[in-house]
Nanobody, 126 residues
Framework: QVQLVESGGGLVQPGGSLRLACTASGLTLDSYTISWFRQAPGKEREGVSCISSGHGGTYYAGDVKGRFMITRDNAKNTVYLQMISLKPEDTAVYYC???????????????????WGQGTQVTVSS
């Protein structure tokens, strides 16, 4: 049975940092494109970052570029999202998802994603 499990969410002050983890069971993450999405209250889910299978090319949404970094640890079968300089507008439930296809040119096409995690809450507030 395939599972993606997110962890690492929590409450952090503006300007703070968090590292989210997406750990897989039942599949090998480096054979998939893995993306992080987020959904804020009252808003649609949006793509945040992705890392492609194999060579691990990465892509970031404009408002997180320079603040978030996605990495993959094949030995742990885990993808991380390091988030720094967090802002209140980063508050959302963060999901990881896996797709078989290459992410380019539509990395955030949700219909392409076959596996989803349950989400982890990130709250940025003073």
């Amino acid at each position: 049975q395939v599972q993606l499990v997110e962890s690492g969410g929590g409450l952090v002050q503006p300007g703070g940092s968090l590292r989210l983890a997406c750990t897989a069971s039942g599949l090998t993450l480096d054979s998939y494109t893995i993306s992080w999405f987020r959904q804020a209250p009252g808003k649609e889910r949006e793509g945040v970052s992705c890392i492609s299978s194999g060579h691990g090319g990465t892509y970031y949404a404009g408002d997180v570029k320079g603040r978030f970094m996605i990495t993959r640890d094949n030995a742990k079968n885990t993808v991380y999202l390091q988030m720094i300089s967090l802002k209140p507008e980063d508050t959302a439930v963060y999901y990881c998802a896996a797709r078989v296809s290459n992410p380019w040119p539509t990395p955030w096409e949700e219909d392409e994603y076959v596996y989803w995690g349950q989400g982890t809450q990130v709250t940025v507030s003073s």
